[in-house]
T-cell receptor
Framework: DGGITQSPKYLFRKEGQNVTLSCEQNLNHDAMYWYRQDPGQGLRLIYYSQIVNDFQKGDIAEGYSVSREKKESFPLTVTSAQKNPTAFYLC???FGQGQRRSPLHFGNGTRLTVT | EDKVVQSPLSLVVHEGDTVTLNCSYEVTNFRSLLWYKQEKKAPTFLFMLTSSGIEKKSGRLSSILDKKELFSILNITATQTGDSAVYLCAVGTYIQGAQKLVFGQGTRLTINP
């Protein structure tokens, strides 16, 4: 079955440590996205990537970094510079070009808790 | 700044009732409006609307967009307990060929038996 796999589901870290969240898709989608979800604030875009080896900052990129070395993979690193890292992180992907781009397809998310 | 506002933020009704969820937006470069249902983890896609006044239906769910007044509604008739979820509205814009979605806060819908 095609889909997006995020791992781990739950992640606990001490303050000051970097942590990397995994996102893998086998849908052959070209674009991938990372969103953060906090209670009462909806989803906010962290980074997105349209093609391999290229990515752009979203609305809240500070304290995060990404890479896109393979089409299938778009890992997100939460660095110690991120002031409020505890949140639910969602990875998504889509295909198509311009107006014909498909709706986003989401993974099941990673819940990160930093203490 | 692009903004999407959903109302109400929370709604509790009895099974069988009809509900209307609202979404208003202010964005530059509007391309589409999408509705998602989020139960526990991944939001699942419901509707994508691009044209004003054309209702989209899927079973008991329907949605319509008004691009002049900048809002959309999601209707659910004959609600069931399985409709309990957070409903997310998102407006799609395009930046350098990539789709960017701006999300509202979500409406938490609870259906009591």
């Amino acid at each position: 079955d095609g889909g997006i796999t995020q791992s781990p589901k739950y992640l606990f870290r001490k303050e000051g440590q970097n942590v990397t969240l995994s996102c893998e898709q086998n849908l052959n989608h070209d674009a991938m996205y990372w969103y953060r979800q906090d209670p009462g604030q909806g989803l906010r875009l962290i980074y997105y990537s349209q093609i391999v080896n290229d990515f752009q900052k979203g609305d809240i990129a500070e304290g995060y970094s990404v890479s896109r070395e393979k089409k299938e993979s778009f890992p997100l690193t939460v660095t110690s510079a991120q002031k409020n890292p505890t949140a639910f992180y969602l990875c998504a992907s889509s295909f198509g070009q311009g107006q014909r781009r498909s709706p986003l397809h989401f993974g099941n998310g990673t819940r990160l808790t930093v203490t | 700044e692009d903004k999407v506002v959903q109302s109400p933020l929370s709604l509790v009704v009895h099974e069988g009732d009809t509900v209307t969820l609202n979404c208003s937006y202010e964005v530059t470069n509007f391309r589409s409006l999408l509705w998602y249902k989020q139960e526990k983890k991944a939001p699942t896609f419901l509707f994508m609307l691009t044209s004003s006044g054309i209702e989209k239906k899927s079973g008991r769910l329907s949605s319509i967009l008004d691009k002049k007044e900048l809002f959309s509604i999601l209707n659910i008739t004959a609600t069931q307990t399985g409709d309990s979820a957070v409903y997310l509205c998102a407006v799609g814009t395009y930046i350098q060929g990539a789709q960017k979605l701006v999300f509202g806060q979500g409406t938490r819908l609870t259906i009591n038996p």
